[in-house]
């Protein structure tokens, strides 16, 4: 009776949060839809504002800069993070896991202020450069963490049974450790990936004069108010966002479930 | 011939001497055992055979070649851990070609050699499955497989059956040996379970704090422990403290528990000194129970006593008896009566007989 109780409770409190989540984000969708110009009120289905999106150069610029920015520095990230997240598990040294989580958790209004400052004492250009650099800060942390959370469910000794079996260090690296947490690597990969596409604040902090991504073309695009091709440009990022998730979850489910 | 000779081997972890100066060799075909409890050392030496770890001194030869200092991967020799630790990644047959394909086989002769490991081990057909879709004791086979496909020189075993039940695990100590009999290679195995190396090993060392307790052939580590460390870790022993009467050629008079003279044959008896206080061994199943003084032959020493208590096991029932003076006799009697069990109830007074060279004196040096 108990239980029953409170499995109702845990039922519906589930449904209230994903509604709560979900229900702003659909709501942008639809109205991604409606054939208004004003996001008041449903006029009747169109697919014009998509047309019209995608005939906007500047949004297109804006969108294949976000992809060039997100597949470099999420490279960048999976080579440094795996490594980190290797010495992580390998090094149990208490601080350093705790040094990895705080680009993860800190304010990011922080983290772009911090990186701003430290591109200008470095007298570093502002400018797509600067942006990689950041992104690839940031996402470190994710693929080192989802690395490390790969390696905890791992047997330790098929490192020295490879040794053993006639491998060399790097063999037993390459063939066996690098095929055993590739999971993952391509979960904290895709993370990387889609923080990037969907960062605005670090980027507004670090990106120079004329530099721009899909977030900073949609904020400005805000300024003159939130035309439906906003939503439009949203419903994509958002079903960009979800494919990638669901791939990272799929990958490596004992990380984000 | 020694294919494996250990010389003066010391590895130290911090300020813990983890293996202190060990020194053994193995002969060709042999079915090593070091048995020991856990922290003895047991594993770090099996380490250090591998080549997984270095030792700060001494040295070890393989087959008359020092391999002290060579990596792992260059040692013709293979270990089988406690976790089988198959690669997840590969099926059963690329975790069994895994050594052929480091040592550069040709491709024909990979496929060849798999499927024959393959049928030796009586899986054939899980060969394209992936470890997580086979069974314990299946990955057991896989790992021993995967160990003997390039018949290495030697084959280190670290605990290999911990992770199974007990029946699956009796039944793999009769495939391990009809295996290292079939094969050849010589093994050396490593376990906290006396059991398994009473019935496994052709020889067992004894490890305690980095040390060898004992190194013999199974039945004289058993029946002959030679510190009271070895009887007390394998099976139970009785322990009673025993003075040095006199010595005469090599045989030692005793007085056992302050009650019972006897004598027993001990080539060591010239080194023992009258009034040496020391422990006399006997195990339990060595002493015989009757409610009458009636036993026949007339070697044996009797002693009369009373029942503080008994256990039922099954095959036979252990009882604690009381010598007086706080000592405790163990007797473990076989239930072999057809009819049921007739139990020697609690306080009964009951007579007890053993052949006195059943046991053996051990000198406190050896505590």
Redesign the interface.
């Known amino acids: 009776m108990q239980t029953n109780k409170m499995s109702k409770v845990f039922l519906f409190g589930g449904i209230f949060s994903f509604l709560f989540l979900y229900i702003p984000l659909i709501v942008l969708i639809l109205y991604s839809f409606n054939n208004s110009k004003i996001n008041v009120g449903w006029v009747g289905f169109t697919l014009k504002w998509y047309k019209v999106l995608f005939a906007d150069k500047e949004i297109i610029h804006a969108g294949v800069n976000s992809l060039l920015i997100a597949f470099t520095s999420s490279s960048i990230s999976v080579v440094l993070g795996t490594l980190g997240g290797v010495a992580l598990h390998r090094y149990k040294i208490p601080l350093l896991s705790a040094l990895v989580m705080v680009p993860v958790a800190a304010p990011e209004l922080l983290v772009g202020v911090s990186l701003l400052l430290f591109f200008l004492m470095i007298n570093f250009t502002l400018g797509y450069a600067s942006i990689i650099l950041a992104h690839t800060a940031f996402s470190i942390s994710f693929v080192a963490i989802a690395v490390k959370s790969r390696m905890f469910g791992m047997?330790d000794?098929?490192i020295?049974?490879?040794?053993?079996?006639?491998?060399?260090p790097f063999?037993a690296f390459w063939l066996?450790l690098i095929?055993?947490i590739?999971p993952g690597i391509i979960a904290g990969g895709l993370m990387a990936f889609t923080l990037s596409v969907d960062d605005f604040v670090i980027t507004f902090f670090t990106a120079g004069v004329g530099s721009t991504t899909l977030p900073l073309a949609i904020y400005s695009m805000l300024k003159m108010g939130v035309t439906p091709e906003v939503n439009a440009a949203s419903t994509i990022i958002i079903l960009f966002t979800l494919c990638l998730a669901s791939i990272a979850t799929k990958l490596s489910p004992q990380i984000f479930k | 011939m020694a294919i494996l000779e250990i010389k003066s081997v010391t590895k130290q972890f911090g300020d813990n001497l983890v293996v202190d100066n060990i020194s053994i060799d193995i002969q060709k075909g042999e079915f090593f055992t070091l048995l020991g409890p856990s922290g003895c050392g047991k594993t770090t030496l099996l380490r250090m055979i591998a080549g997984l770890v270095t030792p700060d001194s001494g040295q070890i030869l393989l087959d008359g070649v020092d391999i002290t200092n060579l990596p792992p991967e260059k040692r013709p020799l293979h270990t089988i851990f406690q976790s089988y630790a198959l690669f997840p990644h590969m099926t059963v047959a690329d975790n069994i070609a895994f050594p052929l394909k480091m040592a550069k086989w040709d491709k024909s002769k990979i496929d060849a050699q798999v499927n024959e490991l393959l049928e030796d081990v009586q899986l054939s057909q899980f060969k394209d499955r992936y470890p997580h879709e086979i069974s314990g004791g299946q990955k057991q086979r896989v790992a021993i497989a995967r160990s003997l496909v390039d018949r290495p020189k030697l084959l280190l075993l670290d605990e290999p059956l911990s992770a199974l039940d007990a029946r699956l695990r009796e039944h793999m100590h009769m495939e391990l040996v009809k295996l290292q009999e079939e094969t050849g290679v010589t093994f050396v195995y490593v376990t906290h379970d006396q059991h398994e190396a009473l019935a496994l090993s052709s020889r067992i060392a004894v490890l305690n704090h980095g040390t060898i307790e004992q190194l013999d052939k199974p039945d004289i580590i058993y029946s002959k422990p030679k510190t009271h460390f070895v009887a007390d870790f394998l099976g139970k022993c009785n322990l009673l403290k025993a003075e040095v009467l006199a010595t005469t050629g090599d045989t030692v008079k005793l007085r056992v528990a302050d009650s019972i003279e006897l004598s027993i044959k001990d080539p060591a008896s010239s080194s023992y000194h009258v009034g040496q206080i020391g422990w006399y061994s006997l195990r339990p199943e060595k002493l015989k129970l009757s409610s009458e003084n009636n036993f026949d032959a007339t070697n044996l020493s009797v002693i009369k006593s009373k029942v503080n208590g008994y256990y039922y096991y099954g095959n036979g029932t252990l009882y604690e008896l009381d010598l007086g003076n706080n000592t405790k006799l163990q007797v473990m009697a076989p239930n072999h009566t057809s009819d049921g069990v007739k139990f020697f109830v609690d306080n009964s007074e009951i007579y007890v007989a053993f052949d006195p060279e059943a046991g053996n004196f051990l000198d406190t040096s050896s505590c």
């Open positions: 047997d000794s098929i020295d049974a490879a040794r053993d079996l006639g491998a060399s063999k066996i095929p055993t590739l």
